[in-house]
Structures are given as structure tokens and as C-alpha cells.
Nanobody
Framework: QVQLVESGGGLVQPGGSLRLSCVAS????????MAWYRQAPGNQRELVAD???????NYSDSVKGRFTISTDNAKNTLYLQMNSLKPEDTAVYYC?????????WGQGTQVTVSS
């Protein structure tokens, strides 16, 4: 099993930036897919961005050009740089990994965009 711990959420004004981090530990060998999801109140959890191992990142249309997903393999960490934040980006953001068909989720970190 993989343990995932997110951090970096908070309250930010529209137009501001945040960087989310997700540190992976445990049985991380073989992780071949990492992603960020988000869930706003009353909505289903949605994919924000993902990055397959050795592949190119992908983004939802709603965040393309504003968010950047990246990894630091030496630190076993997944990042999500969020720029030009909008009130509609307000949600709990979750880190997700898949290892040989088994998926694991972090506990989530709250991002609130409000003036």
C-alpha cells in the first residue's frame, strides 16, 4: 500500500497562486501513474491533471494553461502548481497514485479561492 500526504492548500485571493505537494511513502516501487483530483461541495470528484510514468502530463480543460503537474522522484513527491486561481477552483484536492492496478488516495487538502 502507498501512503500519500498532501499539503499546501489554503485561502488565496482570485488571481493568486498555490503549490500543492503530495509525498508518497510505503510500497512506492512500481507506481506508474500519478494524478490530482478535486471535489467541490455537491460535485463529483473530477480529474484535474495526471502524469503517467515516462509520459506527458494531461490537464482538464478548466485548468489548462494555469496549472502545472510535476514530480520529484528523488523526494517521492508530486506537485501541482496552480496559478491565476479562480473562485471555481475552490475544492478539496486529492493526490492519487496507481501501482500495478491498485489505486491509493491521499486525505485531501482544502483550496479556497475568495476575496
Amino acid at each position: 500500500q502507498v501512503q500519500l500526504v498532501e499539503s499546501g492548500g489554503g485561502l488565496v485571493q482570485p488571481g493568486g497562486s498555490l503549490r500543492l505537494s503530495c509525498v508518497a511513502s510505503g510500497s512506492i516501487f512500481g507506481i506508474n501513474y500519478m494524478a490530482w483530483y478535486r471535489q467541490a461541495p455537491g460535485n463529483q470528484r473530477e480529474l484535474v491533471a495526471d502524469i503517467p510514468r515516462g509520459g506527458s502530463p494531461n490537464y482538464s480543460d478548466s485548468v489548462k494553461g494555469r496549472f502545472t503537474i510535476s514530480t520529484d522522484n528523488a523526494k517521492n513527491t508530486l506537485y501541482l502548481q496552480m496559478n491565476s486561481l479562480k473562485p471555481e477552483d475552490t475544492a478539496v484536492y486529492y493526490c492519487y497514485t496507481n501501482r500495478n492496478g491498485y489505486g491509493d488516495w491521499g486525505q485531501g487538502t482544502q483550496v479556497t479561492v475568495s476575496s
